[in-house]
């Protein structure tokens, strides 16, 4: 208790006074200092801050809901003539569907149909022949290709295996030489070692 007396006694009032006016200076500069910290940002155009803000995406058209992919027009809203593309659209639809029912084959009797309709037979078998003609000939140039690169990785292989087996063995003989001399060196220290 004793402490905390004389601890009362040692604090000055001018002390205490100038800590409590710096506290209250720092406050108050806070407090009531420059409005700037705590504004809203500045608007573009140098605008109040209740003025109602430029909306960039209202200068262009936007989708409505109108069908097709995600509810959406399937067709640029920028482009001038979208009545054209739906026009070119349909007539795609309309052309692959009358692909799919002309080329179609129903029955065996459609498919003699077409067939006496196309071309003779006597230039179907010779381009029949001259298809199974290629197809050999480039089947065999193919395997002449594979064979010959495969014979040219062979003896590159071979090679790289005869020059790695001449290093190995020259290491070999190498570490051999090298061992004989340390242990003709370790003899000797050890004897050495003995004498003395």
Excluded: H
């Amino acid at each position: 208790m004793k402490k905390a007396i004389t601890w009362l006694k040692n604090i000055r009032p001018l002390k205490v006074l100038t800590v409590f006016l710096a506290g209250m200076f720092l406050f108050m500069a806070q407090a009531c200092g420059a409005p700037g910290v705590a504004t809203q940002p500045p608007q573009p155009g140098s605008q109040a801050p209740n003025v109602k803000r430029y909306d960039p995406t209202k200068d262009y058209p936007l989708n409505s809901p109108a069908g097709g992919m995600n509810n959406f027009s399937d067709v640029d809203p920028r482009a001038r003539d979208e009545k054209a593309a739906n026009d070119r659209a349909d007539a795609l639809v309309k052309n692959a569907q009358r692909n799919i029912e002309q080329k179609g084959i129903d029955s065996r009797e459609q498919y003699g149909k077409n067939f006496q309709q196309g071309t003779p037979l006597g230039e179907r078998v010779k381009n029949l022949g001259e298809d199974v003609g290629s197809s050999a000939e480039e089947l065999r140039e193919g395997v002449v290709k594979g064979t010959q690169r495969g014979f040219e990785n062979l003896k590159g292989n071979t090679q790289n295996a005869a020059e790695d087996l001449t290093k190995n063995v020259q290491r070999g003989a190498e570490d051999a030489g090298k061992n004989v001399q340390r242990t003709a060196e370790d003899a000797g220290n050890a004897v050495k070692r003995a004498v003395d």
